[in-house]
Every structure is written in C-alpha cells, then in structure tokens.
C-alpha cells in the first residue's frame, strides 16, 4: 500500500465493510462470557470503528492492535476516555500473552492470513472457554459467475462458509454463531463514501489509476454480483 493510499483508507470512518449493529449482533454471542475485569484483543483494529463499539457496549479493557502507524495515531485521536489500549504492530510481534484474552475479536484481517492461519495463530491467545470472532471473505454457493472470480485471484485462500467452519471445528473451536454483513454495510457504510471521495483522490494523485480502477471494480461487482459473496461473521468459543 502507498503512502497515498494508506491515507485514503486512515480519512475513511471505516477501513472495510461493516457496521455497529453487526458488531453488536456478533457481540450478543459471547457477551455472558465477558466480566469486568474480561480482556479483548481486537486485531487489525484500523481507526477503530469496532474497537470503539466493543469499547462503548462492554466493560473490559480493550488491546487494539494494526500493522499501520497511520491507522493507530487516528484511533489514538479518537480514544476519548474509553478503555483501549492501542499498539501498532503486527500481532505475531507485539509480545501478546498467550491464554489472556477472553476474547480476540477482528473484522476484516484474517484474509491477510488466510482464514486457516488467522484461526491456527489466533487459537493460542484466547483462553480456554474464551472467544473468537472475526469476519471473513467467502462465497455464498458453490457457483458463481465469472466476474466473481476476481476474488479468488486477489485471495487464493477464499473458500466457502461451509470450510470455515471446519477450519475452526479442526482448531478445537465450537462454531456458535455465523451470519453474513447487511448490504448496508456494504455500501452505505463503505462503499458509497469510498464513490465520493473517489474523484478527489483521483485528481490529487493521478499516479494511482491502478488503486483506484480496482476500487471501482469491486464496488461495480458488490452492486452485480453481491449475492454470491459476502463477508461473514464466525463467532465461537475454545473447547
């Protein structure tokens, strides 16, 4: 990612698809099993959209963790008086505490990974009857058209929800809940304000055709093709 598009992404309320209320769906799940002294571990946090909500609708003490400086001053900015704990580092390097986190929560980054090695890395740090959850790209059939190929060539490793689940069930995971993301926070959430500000960006740095014409592209495809891909919510528990 450029240093232009990374800015891109940090100006953005959100850094992916998703919205408060799936959060707080997600949430539901695993919120008997969170105390006041419980600890999250938000992976992939970005500027902090579901950190925020976690923070604001539960009292544990929040650890929010991204790869990128840019994404960890913004939510940094925004922290307030909420109890959250930002560090930027990639979480295999960040000297995370094995078995301490009631949960490890993470929208949108297990795809770095690979939804397999995400759940194979992330199984250490959730203690034992803790939970994970996270959201990953799949697709929605066993069939899909053409076009919705695209996704498979940017992530090899996509697959169907159905093989999810059996990656967590291998990893000694008890799957509780899956659901996929509303339209609305496709687009409205993301992508629309993505459209908007497309042009402006386009203008400033005309280098970045190349960053632009795939964000158009996916954008066309959600509008095309949304029924046979989403991103999904896993919530489970360690056995």
């Given at each position: 990612m450029t240093e232009a598009e990374e800015q891109f992404f940090t100006d953005l309320p959100q850094q992916g698809p998703g919205s408060d209320y799936e959060t707080l769906k997600a949430l539901?799940?695993?919120?008997?099993?969170l105390q006041?002294?419980?600890?999250?571990?938000?992976?992939?946090?970005?500027?902090?959209?579901?950190?925020?909500?976690?923070?604001?609708?539960?009292?544990?003490?929040?650890?929010?963790v991204d790869r990128s400086a840019r994404f960890i001053e913004k939510l940094k900015s925004l922290r307030g008086k909420r109890s959250v704990t930002a560090l930027c580092a990639d979480c295999r390097e960040a000297g995370l505490q094995a078995g301490s986190y009631d949960a490890v929560w993470s929208e949108g980054a297990a795809r770095?990974?690979?939804?397999?090695?995400?759940?194979?890395?992330?199984?250490?740090?959730?203690?034992?009857?803790?939970?994970?959850?996270?959201?990953?790209?799949?697709?929605?059939?066993?069939?899909?058209?053409?076009?919705?190929?695209?996704?498979?060539?940017?992530?090899?490793?996509?697959?169907?929800?159905?093989?999810?689940?059996?990656?967590?069930e291998a990893e000694d995971f008890r799957p509780i809940a899956t659901f996929p993301l509303?339209?609305?926070?496709?687009?409205?959430?993301?992508?629309?304000?993505?459209?908007?500000?497309l042009p402006q960006f386009e203008r400033k740095y005309p280098e970045e055709k190349t960053f632009v014409r795939t964000l158009r592209k996916?954008?066309?495809?959600?509008?095309?093709?949304?029924?046979?891909?989403?991103?999904?919510?896993?919530?489970?528990q360690k056995i």
């Open positions: 539901a799940y695993v919120r008997q099993g006041r002294d419980s600890h999250i571990l938000n992976i992939g946090c970005g500027t902090g959209r579901d950190t925020f909500c976690l923070a604001d609708h539960t009292d544990a003490a929040i650890t929010a770095h990974l690979g939804f397999a090695e995400a759940v194979r890395q992330w199984h250490p740090l959730v203690r034992p009857k803790g939970f994970l959850v996270l959201t990953d790209l799949v697709f929605m059939g066993r069939h899909y058209p053409y076009e919705v190929g695209y996704f498979k060539k940017i992530y090899p490793q996509m697959s169907a929800l159905s093989a999810s689940v059996a990656i967590l509303s339209e609305q926070a496709w687009m409205p959430c993301f992508y629309d304000i993505i459209e908007r500000r996916e954008i066309q495809l959600r509008r095309d093709f949304a029924e046979y891909y989403n991103m999904v919510f896993f919530v489970a």
